[in-house]
């Protein structure tokens, strides 16, 4: 009975302390993504006012709307 207490506190053990340095990579991953989903959200309005424009040069018509594709469709990617 001993021994299986034992066994089972070295095991708590192990996972409070992977769980205390999961929650510390977290802590330091959630202000590098919020930052990344801001600067998103700021080109999404700056491609949005682009759209409005009536008329574009051509280059950039294609530029917006390789963008406006690339954001509907969730690709990451950015080979227009």
Sequence with gaps: MA???????E???ESQALKDECEADLAEAIPALEA??????TLKVR???LACFSMHAAQLNRINKCCSFRFASGERSYDC
Excluded: G, I, P, T
Excluded at 36 to 41: G, P, R, S, T
């Design 3 to 9: 021994k299986d207490e034992a066994v089972a506190s």
């Design 36 to 41: 990344a989903l801001a600067a998103l959200d």
């Design 47 to 49: 491609f949005h006012n």
């Design 11 to 13: 095991q708590a053990a």
